[in-house]
């Protein structure tokens, strides 16, 4: 029976968070901007996406009404289906009657018509940067032959991802009574995974300054891209029942921020809110380096294995933010369901590190096997029921 099992790290990490912190800090700390006002922005998150460390929430878990932010599920399950070789940015799609006759010059669009063919990389193109409507309903329909087959698939996605609190009724965001709905920390999963997942096509199709097609020139309304240093998108959305809200990302230094805004009055604010709010969270805390890529961070106990442990490593360098002036103590745990069990392959996310201090949101970093562990043999399982008499 597997039990829950943690591990208290007590190495240099107290050293580590004290002594740089009051070396550093410069005498009089520069002013930093506020988080949002709760009456400004009713839901609000803030993530450093390297770390997962939340560096300020609202409501993350309240259900709202994301509009066009809806759209990023669908570019997630475009790529996607791009990656398993079942949808090709080459590929031609038609506008047919039915969409047509819903979408055509409904809300932002591409200005398609019915019977035009486009291809595939244009929709992707249209729908990220001026979330064509009439895009997504021309690439559902093309792709999975109708909309609720596409939507389906959506929903399917979103609970593959862990999006439990996330429901799609349209591949747009369009009103609908509040059957679309998700939430700020759904909408973070999503994010993480459409970066982590697909790199290249989130640098290629996404956070464009705005797209040309048929010689219609029309501008990408996020209010960071150009404006802050690092921002690349992703998405804005409003309607009049969901009010404004806001998925973007920005990269400085190798941090990435992911910040989520929702319910927010009017899109002067958004924009207002967006660019303080995320230059807040690179200006008011510290990143600390706690261990460098490759470095073993602890070990895992193994049952039935050729080895008894298993060092765990993340996938990069382990960083952790911690607010100017805080100069506490870290305190960083490993979890993982164990004694693992054998065989296991190298590379296997099996456990996660938790680090912790005074005043400072959990950083939750996953770690992976170092190297894999083969069943045990009849000699390894003698040697190891040995070795456990002393242990």
Known sequence: MLTRLSAILTFLIATIAVAPAQAMLPAVLPPVPAVPAASDAPVAMLVDLSSGQVLHARNADRRFMPASVTKVMTLYLAFELIEAGRLDPAQIFEMSPLIAQEWRRTGSTMFLEAGERVRVDDLLLGIANVSANDGAAVLAEGQAGSVPAWTLAMNRTAQALGMSNSYFASPNGWPDEGRTFTTARDLVTLARALIA???DKFGYYIGRSGFDYKGIAQINHDPMIGQVAGADG????????AGFSYLGTAQRNGQRLALVLAGV???????????????????????????????????????????????????GPVNVNLQRGNTGPLRATIHYDGPLRAPLAAGAQVAMLEVTAPGMAPANIPLFTSEAVEAAGPIDRIINAFAGLFS
């Open 265 to 315: 009055e009017n899109g002067r604010l958004r924009g207002r809110l967006a660019r303080s709010y995320i230059e807040w969270g690179f200006a008011a805390f510290e990143r600390r380096r706690l261990f460098d890529p490759g470095a073993v961070v602890g070990q895992a106990r193994v049952q039935d294995g050729a080895a008894r442990r298993v060092a765990l490593v993340a996938r």
């Open 234 to 241: 992703i998405k804005t959305g409003f309607t009049n029942e």
């Open 197 to 199: 997942r697909h790199p």
